[in-house]
């Protein structure tokens, strides 16, 4: 069973930087996708930024050229900086692993769920 443990979150001034973590713990298939997404109070959850087990990077229109996705497969951690913070990136900001079973993405074999870290941007 695959654990999620997300930390780095906290309250920063706009402009700011935040530098988030998530450690999985357990055995997670070489054919993966580590996600980050994000919910604001009234809000559907959204996509903030992917990186798939190659290193394959992508992000949401929003973050783009302010946040970077990276991962250390041998710690089995996925990592979010953050910079130049503003208000509307204030969420609960939640760690998702996908495994995959080819390098086609099309099919799941398993799918897991961080318990969020809060990021509260205000001056």
């Known amino acids: 069973q695959v654990q999620l443990v997300e930390s780095g979150g906290g309250l920063v001034q706009p402009g700011g930087s935040l530098r988030l973590s998530c450690a999985a713990s357990?055995?997670?298939?070489?054919?993966?996708?580590m996600n980050w997404y994000r919910q604001a109070p009234g809000k559907q959850r959204e996509l903030v930024a992917s990186i798939t087990s190659s290193g394959s990077t992508s992000y949401a229109p929003s973050v783009k050229g302010r946040f970077t996705i990276s991962r250390d497969n041998a710690k089995n951690t996925v990592y979010l900086q953050m910079n130049s913070l503003k208000p509307e990136d204030t969420a609960v900001y939640y760690c998702?692993?996908?495994?995959?079973?080819?390098?086609?993405?099309?099919?799941?074999?398993?799918?897991?769920w961080g318990q969020g870290t809060q990021v509260t941007v205000s001056s």
């Open positions: 357990g055995s997670i298939f070489s054919i993966n996708t």
């Open positions: 998702n692993v996908v495994e995959w079973t080819s390098y086609s993405l099309t099919t799941t074999r398993g799918f897991y």
